[in-house]
């Protein structure tokens, strides 16, 4: 990217509210050598032209959550068209929309006829769209079409269903923004697959747990500048603490007898077997897992000590 593109670049991610993301991590057409010659250059500026009238005519799509079917509808058909950085804006924006509009949207499923209705149609894994087929009820019907439509999925734990963000859908992006965001795309489809914890425990193996704290960490080391680090931080910092607290209803330790869940045991030994990186959180670990053997793999006070100085909560 040249100078201009990435001037351009920043002056419209502050103007959006999105920060900056580093020029590092955004490579626009033809950064690795400038066409010469009338014919490509001419060729280039209308491309560049056309990228900027598809990006131009996403921005009121994506300035009200209102518009957020239709904004979906328009980035799916020209993401591929506008290049990273236009399109990571623009992505950026569907994502901050979403977020906006969440909490309304919880709130219109939050009613206990709401509630009541899905709980004698739901099926686990069924999307919105399946739901709404499968109900009489046209209030219902229109709810759940328009929540998926707005790009939301719908998702239950105690027993309450509830919306939330549809990532999933955000990973035909990834081939089109920078690098960083394509990467945070993955860390949050995989969330939204598969959240970590329902009912205050957790859902998820902890070779699971482990896996996605060093996906974060990664993260984290190579893009510390990325629109969306603090993101990826707040959710690292919830793994840190499952992989060595685990959660009220799937502690680590056994709340009768205080000694090490058998399959954290081997999960944590055989990740720190198979891996050889020299990163903070598989240091933290190693430590521990040493801390462990050495105590029989039970929560004596050395291991409590060890856990609140350097894995606070």
């Given amino acids: 990217m040249n100078k201009k593109q990435y001037i351009l670049y920043s002056v419209l991610a502050v ?5 900056t993301v580093p020029i590092g991590t955004i490579q626009a057409e033809g950064a690795a050598s400038p066409p010469v010659g009338g014919t490509k250059a001419n060729a280039l500026t209308a491309n560049n032209n056309h990228a900027e009238a598809i990006y131009k005519a996403a921005l009121p799509l994506l300035s009200s959550s209102n518009k957020l079917p239709e904004a979906i509808k328009y980035l799916n058909a020209n993401m591929y068209a506008v290049g990273s ?32 209705k899905l709980t004698a149609i739901y099926k686990a894994g069924a999307s919105m769209k399946t739901l709404a087929d499968a109900t009489e009820d046209l209030t219902l019907r229109t709810l759940l079409k328009s929540a998926s439509e707005n790009g ?21 992006y990834k081939l089109y923004v920078t690098d960083d965001i394509s990467a945070y795309l993955s860390i949050m489809a995989t969330e939204s697959d598969l959240p970590s914890s329902k009912d205050n425990g ?7 747990v ?17 629109n969306r680090i603090s993101a990826v931080k707040s959710l690292y910092s ?46 933290k670990l190693d430590g521990f897992m040493k801390l462990m ?13 060890y856990r609140k100085t350097e894995l606070p909560l």
Avoid at 202 to 208: A, E, F, N, Q
Avoid at 210 to 226: D, G, H, T, V
Wanted: no cysteine.
């Fill in 15 to 19: 103007t959006l509210g999105l920060g």
């Fill in 152 to 172: 939301y999925k719908l998702e239950t734990a105690e027993g309450t269903f509830f919306p939330v963000i549809d990532y999933e859908a955000y990973r035909k």
């Fill in 210 to 226: 482990a896996a996605r704290a060093l996906s974060q960490e990664q993260f984290i080391l190579n893009y510390p500048k990325s």
């Fill in 293 to 305: 053997k050495d105590k029989d793999y039970k929560l004596t006070d050395e291991v409590e000590q």
């Fill in 202 to 208: 957790l859902v998820i193996g902890w070779t699971d």
């Fill in 85 to 116: 950085y236009r399109a990571t804006i623009m992505t950026l924006k569907l994502e901050n929309l979403h977020k906006a509009a969440l909490p309304a949207w919880e709130s219109k499923f939050s009613t206990s006829n709401v509630q009541r």
């Fill in 238 to 283: 919830t793994y840190v603490n499952n992989t060595f607290y685990g959660q009220n209803n799937t502690p680590l330790f056994h709340y009768d007898n205080l000694e090490m869940d058998l399959e954290a045991q081997k999960a944590y030994s055989s990740i720190l077997t198979k891996n050889k990186d020299n990163s903070p959180f598989l240091q």
